[in-house]
């Protein structure tokens, strides 16, 4: 078993809707939670940083943790087309000294 | 600012080839890593760097070689090119810890 799963899609929507991207994992050692967002073929960049539990809102993404149930969670409001790449979380422990991804999530946002 | 930069962008080698990746950045960045990302498994560490002369092995170590001689430089060493090394090779920097990153555009490496 992975240490963080992510369910790889592929996540069609239509623009306007609201989408929910998911990561469990099973090391409860992790306390810093991240999600990147990866267009083809660039690098990843930082979205969103988290630590321990709660939420976190930036513009139309909001993050969540639940680290009873190790579930982490990326609301997008509003899709727009332009959100069309692949999401990855990630997650790392007290130190901050490791770095575990999840295998990415490929949406597509229809105009 | 350039960010993080790597070179080559691609680069094809043959079995039991040695070569360098390069990396760097200009943010003045304490922490540096190094990621390989392959169909299905996400991004695996390789090796990461606390400061100039701290290395430290991740997740995937095995077969490669690191050394940070200068704040701004991060290079990574394949000493024997196996197939198995096949992947797009991602470079990072962040100021504290691994967490907040910034990755460069990636080198993509075929061993034949």
């Known amino acids: 078993q992975k240490e963080v799963e992510q369910d790889p899609g592929p996540l069609s929507v239509p623009e306007g809707a609201i989408v929910s991207l998911n990561c469990t994992y099973s090391?409860?050692?992790?306390?810093?939670f991240m999600w990147y967002r990866q267009y083809s073929r660039k690098g990843p960049e930082l979205l969103m940083y988290?630590?321990?539990?709660g939420n976190k809102e930036d513009g139309r993404f909001t993050a969540q943790v639940d680290k009873s149930s190790k579930y982490i969670s990326l609301f997008i409001r509003d899709s727009q087309p332009s959100d069309s790449a692949t999401y990855l979380c990630?997650?790392?422990?007290?130190?901050?000294?490791?770095?575990?991804f999840g295998a990415g999530t490929r949406l597509t946002v229809k105009p | 600012n350039a960010g993080v930069t790597q070179t080559p962008k691609f680069q094809v080698l043959k079995t039991g080839q040695s070569m360098t990746l390069q990396c760097a950045q200009d943010?003045?960045?304490?922490?540096m890593s190094w990621y390989r990302q392959d169909p299905g498994m996400g991004l695996r560490l390789i090796h990461y760097?606390?400061?100039?002369?701290?290395?430290d092995q991740g997740e995937v170590p095995n077969g490669y070689n690191v050394s940070r001689s200068t704040t701004e430089d991060f290079p990574l060493r394949l000493l024997s090119a196996a197939p198995s090394q096949t992947s797009v090779y991602f470079c990072?920097?962040?100021?504290?810890?691994?967490?907040?990153?910034?990755f460069g555009p990636g080198t993509r490496l075929t061993v034949t």
């Open positions: 990630a997650m790392s422990p007290y130190n901050n000294n490791d770095m575990r």
């Open positions: 943010m003045n960045h304490e922490y």
């Open positions: 760097s606390v400061g100039a002369g701290i290395t």
């Open positions: 988290t630590y321990s539990s």
């Open positions: 990072a920097s962040s100021r504290e810890g691994l967490g907040e990153q910034y």
């Open positions: 090391n409860s050692a992790f306390q810093y």
